[in-house]
């Protein structure tokens, strides 16, 4: 444990639990009181993270125990190179969406800040556990504050996407239910690794029904991470959620994305016997295609944060076809791309939400409006995220898809990887530059009408500059972060290194 | 027993389908509670059935596995909290949309509503 101390892995899980159930007895206290804590607890996770990061970066995969029980009976937190950057990403966007939360959004509503630390709670133990069901249990965590995250302020547009969100990862649990019940009851076991042992001696009986258990647990996670054609729930939803919320659940379908990387590099990866390569044949041609329909969602927004949703579903067929793609370039491209797309739509949405106040009734709406007070700001900072979201150079956005393009070349999918990609980003590109036209250039001229919108105040736009600073930072640090990514790739397509380091000596 | 176990997860689970795709908001409970008491029954016989065997491991050979009974313990937790949670949301529904359609139709110029 070379420089951790022994409990550090389970921290950031007990971290925001602990400051939930503080804010939840403290629910009569100041709002003042509950937005320090709240806040002290984000901002903690940050350095927390970090030292996991620095932990992981040089290759160990610290296993702890819950309870100590040995590993195939007990429940085991894994922090590997994957799971780091994972919580490192869900800290840093965590941190501004609160910021950005602070400035009015935690007031509409009672428990905003008990919701977000739960929130936290579920997304850091997802990327932690290293047991099926668990895995289960974080989600089920993660979902239900998102419920509430998603309802807060209440509307009716809010209820009616909330209902449809809540009804459809109802459904989504079920099914996860089904597929780890099967794979308990053919293998006996639910730690990943031992299953990842397991599953790799099936016998050919079995086959059909751990098949199936993949796929269903395929279709869940396909469900989380709104691959095409479950993502239909997820553009209502982001779009009339209030803005910091938005911007935190654009960590949340990368947590399906991180599940698909992580259950099938580990349990049905390369060495996996009979259920080898179980998803080559679904998830790059899937990713293509959500790829192709969020772009074209994404042209044809009608307004700003309807777009940002898209942009999210694009986002997420951009991701997958890299994790599809399988090699260890193509995932690293993945990798790096993952938190790139997850702070410049978080700052999409916060933008949006000051754009949509300056422009008064028109909202966000691409509809002519009147000059918006603070025009020049909020529109040099769209510029900016547009092009980071576009994939233009000079941002991270544009790395990431080099480095994509660059990893099919050895794929026989290779000719639609690069039209499709390419297709895309040139619309995303034009879409974005109309929507930047329509909202900043033709204005009506300026505001007759009473009351004037308001301005955007520093503190609103703070959160967005921070976040386009983390995407300037990863494109400065694009070396050793690209480094460390090709690792995390090496590490994932290793299974027997997560196998021995959970489960002891290699069997 | 095997089959009388399979038959009555498949029932619930198809009645749980049936109600789940109705268009308004009780049914769709419902449904979801069906579909959840299925999955909970599916996870209960992953242990495989046995009959007069001890819960846990006692002087005998033969005992019932306890986990696939943890793990129900625990969906069936969940699926209970959530169950009440989606009611509560659909009442919130049904009173802020004026009905209690799953997309919140207003009937206003179409027709009745």
């Known amino acids: 444990m070379n420089g951790l101390a022994t409990h550090w892995p389970i921290l950031p899980v007990l ?87 602070l400035q009015g959004v935690d007031a509409e509503g009672r428990y905003f800040h008990v919701l977000y630390q ?52 109802l459904a989504g649990s079920t099914l996860f239910l089904f597929a780890v019940g099967t794979l308990y009851g053919v293998t006996g076991t639910l730690n990943m690794a031992d299953l990842a042992v397991k599953l790799a001696h099936t016998s050919t009986a079995n086959l059909a029904l751990i098949q199936t258990a993949g796929l269903l647990l395929f279709a869940v996670f396909a469900l989380k991470a709104a691959l095409l054609p479950l993502y239909l729930w997820l553009p209502a939803a982001y779009a009339h959620t209030s803005a910091p919320v938005a911007a935190l659940f654009a960590i949340m379908t990368k947590v399906g994305a991180y599940s698909i990387l992580r259950v099938y590099s580990l349990m049905f990866g390369g060495d996996a016997g009979s259920v080898a390569g179980l998803l080559d044949a ?35 067929g951009s991701l997958l076809l890299a994790f599809g793609l399988g090699t260890r370039d193509a995932i ?35 509809v002519p409006g009147f000059t918006m007070p603070g025009a020049r700001v909020l529109g040099g ?17 544009f790395l990431g898809k ?17 039209g499709v990609v390419l297709v895309t980003g040139l619309a995303g590109m034009i879409a974005l530059a109309r929507s930047g036209s329509l909202l900043f250039y033709r204005t009506l ?45 090496t590490q994932l397509l290793q299974p027997q290194l997560y196998i021995s380091a959970v489960l002891g000596a290699t069997p | 027993m095997e089959a009388l176990i399979a038959l009555i997860i498949g029932i619930l689970t198809a009645c749980g389908v049936f109600l789940a795709l109705r268009g308004q908001t009780f049914p769709v409970v419902l449904g979801l509670t069906f579909l959840s008491y299925a999955v909970n029954l599916f ?60 997309d919140g139709t207003h009937y206003d110029e179409e027709g009745p509503r």
Request: avoid cysteine; charge should be neutral.
């Open chain 1, 381 to 397: 900072l769209f510029f900016i995220v547009a092009v980071a979201l576009a994939g233009l150079p000079p941002l991270s956005g």
């Open chain 1, 332 to 366: 690293a491209a993945g990798l790096y791309y993952l938190p790139h797309s997850v702070f410049a739509v978080a700052a999409l949405f916060l933008l949006a939400d000051s754009i949509s106040r300056a422009r008064g009734e028109f909202a966000d709406r691409f």
């Open chain 1, 118 to 169: 739960l929130q936290l709670f579920g997304l850091n133990g997802t990327f932690l556990t290293g047991d099926l069901f668990n895995l289960f249990v974080f989600f089920e965590i993660l979902l239900l504050a998102s419920y509430g995250l998603l309802l807060h302020g209440g509307g009716r547009l809010r209820v009616k996407a909330g209902l449809h969100f809540v009804v459809i990862n």
């Open chain 1, 15 to 101: 971290l925001p639990l602990v400051a939930g159930i503080v804010l939840l007895a403290l629910r009569n206290a100041p709002l003042a009181v509950q937005r320090g804590i709240s806040l002290a607890a984000t901002v903690a996770l940050v350095p927390l993270v970090l030292a996991l990061l620095a932990g992981a970066g040089d290759g160990a995969q610290y296993v702890y125990k819950l309870g100590n029980w040995d590993a195939p009976f007990g429940i085991v937190l894994v922090v590997d190179r994957l799971a780091a950057w994972m919580l490192m990403a869900t800290a840093l966007v965590a941190l501004f969406a609160l910021l950005h939360a």
């Open chain 1, 445 to 489: 001229g300026a505001n007759g009408a009473t009351p004037t919108p308001t301005a955007p105040t520093w503190a609103a736009l703070a959160p967005v500059a921070g976040l386009l600073l983390l995407l300037i930072g990863m494109v400065i640090w694009a070396g050793p972060l690209s480094g460390y990514a090709s690792a995390t790739a």
């Open chain 1, 282 to 316: 679904w998830l790059a041609p899937l990713a293509l295609a959500t790829l192709i329909v969020g772009m074209l969602g994404v042209v044809a927004s009608t307004a700003l944060r309807q777009q940002a949703a898209y942009l999210v579903v694009a986002s997420i």
């Open chain 1, 402 to 418: 080099f480095m994509l393009l660059r990893a099919a070349l050895d794929s026989p999918l290779f000719p639609w990887v690069w």
């Open chain 2, 43 to 102: 996870l209960f016989a992953m242990g495989r059935l046995a009959i007069g065997a001890p819960p846990v491991i006692a002087d005998g050979a033969a005992y019932t596995d306890p986990l696939p009974q943890a793990l129900v313990l625990t969906a069936i937790v969940i699926s209970f909290g959530m169950t009440a949670f989606v009611i509560v949301l659909a009442l919130k529904a049904r009173a802020e949309l004026g009905n209690d359609h799953v």
